[in-house]
Nanobody, 126 residues
Framework: QVQLVESGGGLVQAGGSLTLSCAVS?????????VGWFRQTPGKEREFVAVRNWNDRYYADFVKGRFIITGDNVRNTAELRMNSLKPEDTAVYYC????????????????????WGQGTQVTVSS
């Protein structure tokens, strides 16, 4: 069984920064993973934020230029540095991971990811 261990999040003022971390652990076998984040607010669907897919990086339009995703391909880890945070970035952020080259993988779709973290709250005050 694969587990995702998340850390980071919290409360910050608008314009501030936070960093989220995620590590894939457990029975990963010999797989390397695409690791990324989605976020969710009450009453809304989970939405894609960013993903590290080996040497490729993909971002939602609403975070481009503000968020940066990094990580270690071999260790299956990822960090999301969130800069210039806005009140509308307030949400529960979920780490998501799936083995690279999974059939039918679409980085935008939550259903493409096999494993999920427990979620961490990010609150941005105005």
């Amino acid at each position: 069984q694969v587990q995702l261990v998340e850390s980071g999040g919290g409360l910050v003022q608008a314009g501030g920064s936070l960093t989220l971390s995620c590590a894939v652990s457990g029975r990963t076998g010999s797989y390397y993973y695409a690791v990324g984040w989605f976020r969710q607010t009450p009453g809304k669907e989970r939405e894609f934020v960013a993903v590290r897919n080996w040497n490729d990086r993909y971002y939602a339009d609403f975070v481009k230029g503000r968020f940066i995703i990094t990580g270690d391909n071999v260790r299956n880890t990822a960090e999301l540095r969130m800069n210039s945070l806005k009140p509308e970035d307030t949400a529960v952020y979920y780490c998501a991971a799936t083995p690279l080259f999974s059939p039918g993988y679409d980085y935008l779709r939550a259903t493409s990811y096999e494993s999920w973290g427990q979620g961490t709250q990010v609150t941005v005050s105005s």
